[in-house]
């Protein structure tokens, strides 16, 4: 039988030493206060409730217009929305928790209703994503998903121009009073975009071979460590390795040799110092699971804490944080239903079922009307 108990020994995360490994990932929810797509006090109370994770990241946060690809979706660049996020780090920090910003660019997976002045959304180069919808307000709390269009690929002086409002999402981020940040580098969003080949066929500088297209990357982590400290920032990524079920390829981009992709990219955040990566796998029914190589691979190259996320439960998750493969792993839909998780893990009750038509805009029911197991 699995011990879940392997969950409640302390973890050192940067300067961070976390409580338990039980972590709630970041969680598109789309709740956020309109206009300005600020953090409200209903988001405060949904990420209070959720506070004895042992480490927490909020749901994706656009680092400026542009990064924005679904409406209702809260950003970092603006006074107000700094002062929004305050309410919620008040409000975990209050609990003794940990919380790290993620932060967020969408790049071609956006749509021209949601960019300035109506442009097109902009990409490393002008490719436009398949399978994969932006997602558009239609009336005020009713919206629908639409095809993105073809992007606009940027200049190079837009490109170091974007490293530097990454560092300023950052500086934000801290004087909202977030424990630090993680750079959202998944699911075929803007630094995934720059990364792979399949969307990145760029001849400068920033496109061609791999060591090329992960020079965005390179950039982006040390202008963001440079605000944070190294100790303070986190990565996310997405290998797939195989889709068993091609129309969920949205997630991310299968790359040639994403082995390689990735250990190389890995190698970026070590040499950097970078604090943990976090492992977004591919969540659903039937996807493959990542090669037992290619984990023991990331754990070989990277010297901080790794976090695996994707369709956990709590009995797999102990398993492979018993392998030392892992050192923490994240529950999505888990802890969205289930305030309490970590109490319910730690003496077996049961979990409360997730309402799947809930979880993307709205108000309270589905966000902060959950029940804890004692009540």
């Known amino acids: 039988m ?76 603006t006074h107000e929305q700094v002062e929004g ?27 021209s209703a949601l960019q300035p002045n109506g442009d097109a959304p902009v990409a490393p180069s002008a490719i436009a994503p398949q399978k994969v919808k932006a997602f558009i307000q239609t009336a005020p709390g ?55 080949s399949h969307s990145n066929t760029r001849t400068d500088e920033y496109g061609g071979s791999l060591e090329k297209r992960l020079r965005f990357l390179s950039e982006v982590v040390a202008a963001v460590s440079e605000v944070t400290g190294a100790d303070r920032m986190g990565v996310r990524f997405t290998p797939l390795f195989e889709s068993t079920d091609q129309d969920r390829i949205y997630i991310g981009l299968v790359e040639t040799d994403p082995h390689e ?46 976090i695996y996320a994707g369709k956990y439960t709590v009995e797999r998750g102990a398993r492979l944080l018993e392998t030392g493969l892992a050192d923490m792993v994240g529950f999505g839909r888990s802890f969205i239903a289930n305030p309490d998780l970590p109490a319910r893990v730690a003496n077996g009750w049961p979990l409360n079922p997730i309402n799947p038509s809930t979880l993307y805009g709205g108000a309270e029911k589905g966000l902060t009307d959950y029940p804890a197991y004692a009540d």
């Open 261 to 306: 992709t990735y250990v190389e990219a890995i190698k970026v955040l070590e040499d950097a110092g970078v604090a943990y990566l976090s492992i977004a796998e591919a969540d659903w029914d039937d996807a493959p699971d990542l090669p037992l190589m290619f984990r023991q691979a990331v754990r070989k190259t990277f010297s901080g804490c790794v």
């Open 142 to 196: 009713e919206g629908k998903l639409i095809e993105p269009p073809t992007p606009r690929a940027l200049t190079v002086v837009e490109i170091k121009e974007l490293v530097e409002l990454y560092a300023q999402a950052a500086r934000n981020a801290l004087d909202a009073g977030f424990d630090g940040v993680e750079l959202h580098c998944a699911n075929g969003y803007l630094i995934n975009q720059f990364i792979s």
């Open 2 to 77: 699995t011990n879940n108990q392997v969950y409640f020994s302390p973890v050192q995360l940067g300067r961070h030493t976390l409580r338990n490994r039980i972590v709630l990932p970041p969680l598109t929810r789309q709740r956020a206060a309109q206009p300005g797509n600020i953090a409200t006090d209903l988001m405060a109370r949904y990420y209070q409730q959720r506070a004895s994770a042992g480490f927490m990241v909020t749901e994706g946060t656009q680092i400026e217009p542009r990064g924005q690809g679904y409406a209702w979706t809260p950003g970092i660049y």
């Open 85 to 111: 996020w305050r309410k919620v780090t008040d409000a975990v920090h209050a609990e003794g928790g940990v919380i790290f910003a993620q932060l967020w660019h969408v790049g071609r997976v956006s749509h």
